[in-house]
């Protein structure tokens, strides 16, 4: 059983096209959260939610629209893409201060 | 703001030598301290975590002390294998719904 899964784990797209990534836990954790890896593997967090609510903005441009239907999915929306979106893009999940558990990558190229 | 230092890498060791990838953390209060374990093509997976002063994580042969006084939790294993070859991230979560990453540090064995 997948803890963390992510879809799709490629995704290649034109400038200025919108695309959703899909995340689902089966772990039943509160909190969930989108990070970006760049190309020299440096994450950064972008959101967590809590409970279905937006708890972080790390100060991400609003052409990037998280959307927690349940606790147990957070999903991302990315309007109008541009060529520095491209990099791998993961969900985690956790339980308070306890270890995050992540999927696998979604890996988002912009030509 | 917290925040998590590591060496640089990469580090390029033979089979069988000793390791060690160096990790500082700044923090208020008493953060919860991980090491992640990234290989090709793969999303984050835990190796080890330490949630208070003086804890030992350990696993697959690798090992962390968590030392408030010298704010450290170094990586060490006593004989790396080619399989260890990957990309380790030392991380710390305070309780503010983010995990704050090092800029990770790639590993490469050679047989």
């Known amino acids: 059983d997948t803890a963390v899964s992510q879809t799709p784990k490629y995704l290649v797209t034109q400038m200025g096209n919108d695309k959703s990534i899909k995340c689902e836990q089966n772990?039943?954790?509160?909190?969930m959260y989108w990070y970006k890896q760049d190309s020299k593997k440096f994450l950064k967090i972008m959101f967590s939610?809590?409970?279905?609510?937006?708890?972080i903005n790390e100060t991400v441009p609003n052409r990037f629209s998280p959307k927690s239907p349940d606790k147990a999915h957070l999903n991302l929306h990315i309007n109008s893409l541009e060529l520095g979106d491209s990099a791998v893009y993961f969900c985690?999940?956790?339980?308070?201060?306890?270890?995050?558990?992540f999927g696998q990558g979604t890996r988002l190229t912009v030509v | 703001g917290d925040s998590v230092t590591q060496m640089e890498g990469p580090v390029t060791l033979s089979e069988e030598a000793f390791l060690t990838i160096n990790c500082t953390y700044t923090?208020?209060?008493?953060?919860?301290l991980f090491w992640y374990v990234q290989y090709p093509g793969e999303g984050l997976q835990l190796l080890l975590k330490?949630?208070?002063?003086?804890d030992k994580g350990s696993n697959k042969g690798f090992e962390a002390t968590y030392r408030k006084e010298t704010t450290s939790f170094h990586l060490e294993k006593g004989s790396v294998q080619v399989s260890d070859s990957a990309v380790y991230f030392c991380?710390?979560?305070?309780?503010?719904?983010?995990?704050?990453f090092g800029t990770g540090t790639r590993l490469k064995v050679l047989a």
């Open positions: 923090a208020t209060g008493y953060p919860s």
């Open positions: 330490a949630t208070k002063a003086d």
């Open positions: 991380a710390l979560s305070s309780g503010t719904y983010k995990y704050i």
């Open positions: 772990l039943g954790h509160d909190t």
């Open positions: 939610y809590n409970n279905k609510e937006l708890i």
């Open positions: 985690a999940s956790s339980h308070e201060r306890a270890e995050a558990f």
